[in-house]
């Protein structure tokens, strides 16, 4: 299995547009980038994309163009589903799974495209791909958001998606234990938003999961490049 980082950026990104931070000019003289935050596993062959950003198709390009055979929406927010359009004359739409909320609300968007919509219940294993995945409900008011644990042949991938730190027990008892865990850190530690982690709560969440490792991602460009644990756009893990 191996898993890549497609995007790791917030719904703004860095850099960011008419922003001259520290962040946003390292990023124009490096080239280096945070796109949108997505992810893309690969097992057997086969692919599961996790959200589908708005910056979908510079993506996919970056890794070499897979065929998607699967998509999971995690909640309705922009960043998290609108690029799923580009499959439009690209490939035959894949299927999409994800809470029976969050398919209503992002399908009425794709009404032009014909494909599969499976709902999950949170909380019940499904078998995908060859994947065991598990949904579960975080806290991102006021949209309907589900983080995800993945398992297969003993490893567990686990993600937040966007979230505040006072997640519900039985949610919170599916982050454990996970060989990569990764986690909304939006900004750095001393600034609070209503909807997210900052990069302090999600690194205090990560070590009470007793994950073997950790990203923050959906970073915003407050963040540096070169903070400890911060995910990396095209970053790659196989296990």
């Known amino acids: ?28 003289r490096t080239g280096e980038q945070r796109l949108r935050t997505s992810l893309l596993l ?20 970056c890794a070499g163009s897979p065929v998607i055979d699967a998509v999971i929406w995690t909640h309705g927010h922009y960043d998290h589903f609108m690029g799923f359009g580009e499959f439009y004359r690209v490939q035959k739409p ?41 949904l579960f409900p975080v806290n991102h008011p006021p949209a309907y958001t589900t983080g995800l644990r993945i398992e297969h042949n003993g ?28 986690i909304d850190g939006i900004v750095p530690p001393g600034y609070h938003i209503h909807k997210h982690m900052n990069y302090e709560e999600a690194c205090q ?7 073997k490792g950790f990203r923050c991602v959906h970073l915003s460009h407050m963040i540096p490049f070169d903070t400890p644990h911060a995910g990396h756009d095209g970053e790659m893990f196989r296990f």
């Open 1 to 28: 299995m191996e898993l890549r980082l497609l995007g790791t950026g917030d719904a703004i990104g860095t850099p960011k547009i008419r922003c001259a931070c520290p962040q946003c000019m390292e990023a124009y």
């Open 42 to 61: 690969e097992v057997d062959g086969r692919h599961l994309l996790i959200d589908s950003s708005p910056d979908l198709r510079q993506q996919l390009l």
């Open 94 to 134: 894949p299927a999409v799974y994800g809470a029976a909320e969050v398919l209503e609300y992002c399908g009425e968007t794709f009404s032009f495209l014909q494909f599969e919509k499976h709902p999950v219940t949170p909380f019940e294993p499904f078998e995908l791909l060859g994947l065991t995945i598990t």
């Open 155 to 182: 490893t567990v991938i686990c993600y937040t998606a966007d979230t505040r730190a006072d997640l519900d027990p039985a949610s919170r008892a599916l982050l454990q234990g996970a060989d990569l865990l990764l």
């Open 205 to 211: 969440i990560a070590e009470e999961s007793g994950a």
